[in-house]
């Protein structure tokens, strides 16, 4: 692998997907805190911090990686906000316990005034959230539009840390766009489910477009004895829940 792996998250055999917030003492939250803390030697500490959470294909975990990182950046005190841009398969808010009839959609529609009208306050302290919203005829169109870069500058003065789960690259061409605008970017691949050609697909875009900072996850990992980026190593024998199949 030509990318970075920045970490990897043990398999989520709960049922729960914010396992950061609802586990915190399990192997898996502790995998998405080691994330937290190797993108240290990514990125400046203290900077603000804006980064995109992507995948090949649908399935790969990334608005569950997305969460519950957001979850972990938050525990620390940091004000963040999570930023559903897939709008083709909204999922956010649903596990958050919000609607999503008013979203980012509704703002690059023109269907409200302003971004700050799309803003959901979480029952998680130092967590907000921007659902993707009613899914539209045409996501690619609104994603360059005028608004969402205003939006996105806005967000970055407001807050310490966005986050913006974004749709897989393998199918949908604007999350290309988007790593123009964000620190860095994170490509989730699923243990037993990605292929190696996402793999090489990934290190193409490094290597042949010259895209930087981009990072590679993996979840879904079932080993107890994980070897997380930049050489840590972590050895766990407990926070293994009941099964999931929709992880």
Same mark, same amino acid.
């Given at each position: 692998?030509? @990318?970075?792996?920045?970490?990897?998250?043990?398999?989520?055999?709960?049922?729960?997907?914010?396992? +950061?917030?609802?586990?915190?003492?399990?192997?898996?939250?502790?995998?998405?805190?080691?994330?937290?803390?190797?993108?240290?030697?990514?990125?400046?500490?203290?900077?603000?911090?804006?980064?995109?959470? $992507?995948?090949?294909?649908?399935?790969?975990?990334?608005?569950?990686?997305?969460?519950?990182?957001?979850?972990?950046?938050?525990?620390?005190?940091?004000? $963040?906000?999570? +930023?559903?841009?897939?709008?083709?398969?909204?999922?956010?808010?649903?596990?958050?316990?919000?609607?999503?009839? @008013?979203?980012?959609?509704?703002?690059?529609?023109?269907?409200?005034? $302003?971004?700050?009208?799309? @803003?959901?306050? $979480?029952?998680?302290?130092?967590?907000?959230?921007?659902?993707? !919203?009613?899914?539209?005829?045409?996501?690619?169109?609104?994603?360059?539009?005028? !608004?969402?870069?205003?939006?996105?500058?806005?967000?970055?003065?407001?807050?310490?840390?966005?986050?913006?789960?974004?749709?897989?690259?393998?199918?949908?061409?604007?999350?290309?766009?988007?790593?123009?605008?964000?620190?860095?970017?994170?490509?989730?691949?699923?243990?037993?489910?990605?292929?190696?050609?996402?793999?090489?697909? +990934?290190?193409?875009?490094?290597?042949?477009?010259?895209?930087?900072?981009?990072?590679?996850?993996?979840?879904?990992?079932?080993?107890?004895?994980?070897?997380?980026?930049?050489?840590?190593?972590?050895?766990?024998?407990?926070?293994?829940?009941?099964?999931?199949?929709?992880?």
């Amino acid at each position: 692998m030509k @990318i970075p792996m920045l970490g990897t998250i043990l398999k989520n055999k709960s049922d729960s997907d914010l396992v +950061v917030f609802e586990s915190k003492k399990s192997g898996i939250s502790e995998s998405f805190r080691s994330l937290r803390a190797n993108m240290k030697f990514v990125l400046p500490k203290d900077k603000q911090l804006t980064f995109l959470v $992507t995948s090949t294909i649908s399935g790969e975990g990334k608005t569950f990686c997305a969460m519950n990182l957001a979850a972990a950046y938050s525990l620390t005190g940091k004000k $963040t906000i999570l +930023v559903g841009c897939d709008m083709r398969k909204p999922k956010i808010f649903s596990s958050f316990g919000l609607t999503n009839e @008013i979203g980012l959609s509704s703002y690059l529609s023109g269907q409200v005034e $302003t971004w700050e009208e799309i @803003i959901s306050t $979480t029952k998680y302290p130092n967590l907000d959230i921007v659902v993707s !919203g009613p899914i539209p005829p045409n996501p690619a169109e609104l994603m360059f539009a005028e !608004g969402f870069e205003i939006m996105i500058k806005n967000l970055k003065e407001l807050y310490d840390v966005v986050i913006l789960d974004t749709p897989p690259v393998g199918l949908v061409s604007e999350t290309l766009d988007l790593m123009a605008i964000v620190d860095c970017s994170l490509f989730i691949f699923r243990q037993n489910y990605s292929q190696r050609s996402f793999v090489d697909a +990934v290190n193409g875009l490094k290597t042949n477009k010259g895209l930087k900072n981009i990072l590679a996850v993996f979840n879904g990992v079932e080993s107890t004895n994980v070897t997380y980026g930049y050489g840590y190593s972590y050895g766990y024998g407990y926070g293994y829940y009941d099964d999931e199949k929709k992880k």
